[in-house]
Nanobody, 124 residues
Framework: QVQLVESGGGLVQAGGSLRLSCAAS????????MGWFRQAPGKEREFVAA????????YYADSVKGRFTVSRDNAKNMVSLQMNSLKPEDTAVYYCAARRGSGNMISRSEYDYWGQGTQVTVSS
C-alpha cells in the first residue's frame, strides 16, 4: 500500500500562486508515477498534471499548460505542483494520485492510490 498526504491548498487572488505538495509513504518503490487531479463542484474529477518517476516525463492538461509545473523530490518521495497565474476556474479540490503501472498517464482510472484532497480557491 501507498499512503498519500497533500498539503498547500488555500485561498488566493486571481493571478497569484500556490504550491501543492504530496508526500508518499509505504511501498513507494512500487510507484511508477504520480499525478494531480482536481474536482470542482458539480463536475467530474479531471486530470491536471502527472510525472513519470521512471522516465521523468511530465504531462499537463491543456488548461494548465504553461502555468502549472509538476516536479518530484526524489529524496523525500514527494511530488509538488507549482501553480502560477491562477484563475477563478482553477478553483477545485486537488487530489494527488499514484500509480503502479505505465500506460495512459492522464487516465484517472489507472491510478491506484489517492490522497484526501486539498481545497484551492481562487477569488476574482
Amino acid at each position: 500500500q501507498v499512503q498519500l498526504v497533500e498539503s498547500g491548498g488555500g485561498l488566493v487572488q486571481a493571478g497569484g500562486s500556490l504550491r501543492l505538495s504530496c508526500a508518499a509513504s509505504g511501498r513507494t518503490f512500487s510507484i511508477y508515477g504520480m499525478g494531480w487531479f482536481r474536482q470542482a463542484p458539480g463536475k467530474e474529477r479531471e486530470f491536471v498534471a502527472a510525472n513519470s518517476w521512471r522516465s521523468g516525463n511530465t504531462y499537463y492538461a491543456d488548461s494548465v499548460k504553461g502555468r502549472f509545473t509538476v516536479s518530484r523530490d526524489n529524496a523525500k518521495n514527494m511530488v509538488s505542483l507549482q501553480m502560477n497565474s491562477l484563475k477563478p476556474e482553477d478553483t477545485a479540490v486537488y487530489y494527488c494520485a499514484a500509480r503502479r503501472g505505465s500506460g495512459n498517464m492522464i487516465s484517472r482510472s489507472e491510478y491506484d492510490y489517492w490522497g484526501q484532497g486539498t481545497q484551492v480557491t481562487v477569488s476574482s
